[in-house]
């Protein structure tokens, strides 16, 4: 009778221990999976500008460089290029920071309202391109401080208006509101009337190099890091980001911050 519930608990355990392999395997799959994709996408968003600029420096050793107006034209393309080079490792090296836990907030206490204006001011050429018009809704007052990352915040606050002048229409608007929540905290919210969202690809939104265009010959650029770079930075704050849509009307982007009486 000893040996039978020995036995018995025996097989249990051999059998947990096999569906816990099989699910560790299983997880390792997953990540193995991720991990090719995630170098497929940065080898594919890498060639495209360093194409372009190699293009370039080709062109010019094959004689443009002794006309004086391509040489000028054609290292300012590759320079271009080389800009372009520059975001995508600076926003590669953010992301791979903070899934792995490397990237420390440093906290402080900063008026918002501020925040925005500057953001504004370094975007309002990037807006006059396409006749956008950048305007600020504030109900409440010239001042409102809240807690968090400066830096950071700033990043997510331009990341997301330079999203709403790139998918934004011509003539278009972006407006930034800031609202009281309870519980202490503000939400910023930044909307357009751009071309918006179609629903099925809301969810996507944030994962990393997702876009939904994703013809290289669009003329927006950009390589699909930028609302991701901006998920992880709030989350890292615990704090809370949301979108709403509509296809051809315009979209909202909004987050939550922790405010300071
Ligand atoms: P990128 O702009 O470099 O493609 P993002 O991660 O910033 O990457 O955005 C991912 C995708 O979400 C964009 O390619 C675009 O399709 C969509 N998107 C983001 N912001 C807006 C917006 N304000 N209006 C419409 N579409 C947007």
Redesign the pocket.
Known sequence: KHITTDMATLTREVKKFATDKKLEIETLKVREEYRREFLGNVSHELKTPLFTVQGYILTLLDGAMNDKTLRKKYLQRAEKGVERLTYIVNDLDMISKFEMGDLNLVMEEFNIVELVQNVFDLLEMEAEKKNIILSFDNKYSKSIMVLGDRGKIQQVVT??I???I???KQDGYTEVGIEDLVNNKVIIR?K?N????QKQ?IPR??E??????KSGARA???????????KHIIEAHDEKIYVE?QFGI??E?SFTLEKIK
């Open positions: 990341n997301l330079v999203n709403s790139k998918y934004g930044v357009d751009g071309e918006g969202i690809h939104l944030f990393r190099f997702f876009r939904v265009d927006e650029g950009g390589s699909g890091l930028g609302l991701s770079i901006v849509s315009g979209s982007f």
